[in-house]
């Protein structure tokens, strides 16, 4: 277990620890909730890195006939609207937990728990979002959101426009670059194709 800073403990207990889980996997032709790395589950992985952090809550937000059975703790969520993306999710999520959310999502397996933390440390109540940014863009699929954010989420949803970068340049948002230490190749690989799910295969095989 990880030794965290205070400030770090107390974003966390401010906070709930989301996966979203709910994508059709259109491109991947398979649902990549299932997938494994190392012949660990990544939606299980993912929690472990989440659950090292004191969170107010943890859940996993998934659509109908997704749901399934989850360690004592974490909340599943069903998508209120399906087939948005991750919008939906996000908006899913903090209409029914209370506080912000620390979001990450089940086809970014390699996030890890001092990425985490590094976000955690930017933690900005007064921000609507607490994004990540580095020289291959943005990041809002590892992000933080606040629930003064959902009025601007449902009226986007409303209006038909799911695409969350256009809702950040409306918002109070902080962008935060990501430093050299992490690499942007490994933490935030997705997996959007098979042939994404083998490149993140080796870049697992080549760090163990």
């Given at each position: 277990?990880?030794?965290?800073?205070?400030?770090?403990?107390?974003?966390?207990?401010?906070?709930?620890?989301?996966?979203?889980?709910?994508?059709?996997?259109?491109?991947?032709?398979?649902?990549?909730?299932?997938?494994?790395?190392?012949?660990?589950?990544?939606?299980?992985?993912?929690?472990?890195?989440?659950?090292?952090?004191?969170?107010?809550?943890?859940?996993?937000?998934?659509?109908?006939?997704?749901?399934?059975?989850?360690?004592?703790?974490?909340?599943?969520?069903?998508?209120?609207?399906?087939?948005?993306?991750?919008?939906?999710?996000?908006?899913?999520?903090?209409?029914?937990?209370?506080?912000?959310?620390?979001?990450?999502?089940?086809?970014?397996?390699?996030?890890?728990?001092?990425?985490?933390?590094?976000?955690?440390?930017?933690?900005?109540?007064?921000?609507?979002?607490?994004?990540?940014?580095?020289?291959?863009?943005?990041?809002?699929?590892?992000?933080?959101?606040?629930?003064?954010?959902?009025?601007?989420?449902?009226?986007?949803?409303?209006?038909?426009?799911y695409a969350l970068?256009?809702?950040?340049?409306?918002?109070?948002?902080?962008?935060?670059?990501?430093?050299?230490?992490?690499?942007?190749?490994?933490?935030?690989?997705?997996?959007?194709?098979?042939?994404?799910?083998?490149r993140i295969v080796?870049?697992?095989?080549?760090?163990?």
């Open positions: 277990m990880r030794l965290y800073g205070s400030f770090v403990k107390e974003a966390a207990r401010h906070l709930s620890g989301i996966i979203l889980a709910g994508g059709r996997s259109s491109r991947f032709g398979k649902d990549k909730s299932q997938l494994e790395l190392a012949g660990t589950r990544v939606l299980k992985r993912l929690l472990g890195v989440l659950g090292q952090f004191p969170f107010r809550q943890m859940a996993v937000v998934t659509a109908q006939g997704k749901a399934e059975s989850w360690p004592d703790g974490i909340v599943t969520l069903l998508d209120d609207q399906e087939g948005l993306g991750a919008i939906g999710g996000i908006t899913t999520a903090l209409r029914h937990l209370s506080g912000g959310v620390l979001v990450t999502a089940c086809d970014m397996p390699l996030l890890s728990a001092p990425l985490v933390e590094w976000l955690l440390d930017h933690y900005d109540p007064h921000a609507d979002a607490v994004i990540p940014r580095h020289p291959g863009g943005i990041e809002p699929l590892f992000g933080i959101y606040e629930e003064n954010f959902l009025p601007a989420l449902e009226e986007a949803i409303r209006t038909g426009r970068h256009f809702l950040f340049e409306e918002a109070r948002v902080r962008f935060i670059d990501v430093p050299a230490q992490f690499s942007a190749e490994h933490e935030f690989a997705n997996i959007n194709t098979p042939e994404d799910y083998e080796k870049l697992t095989e080549r760090k163990t």
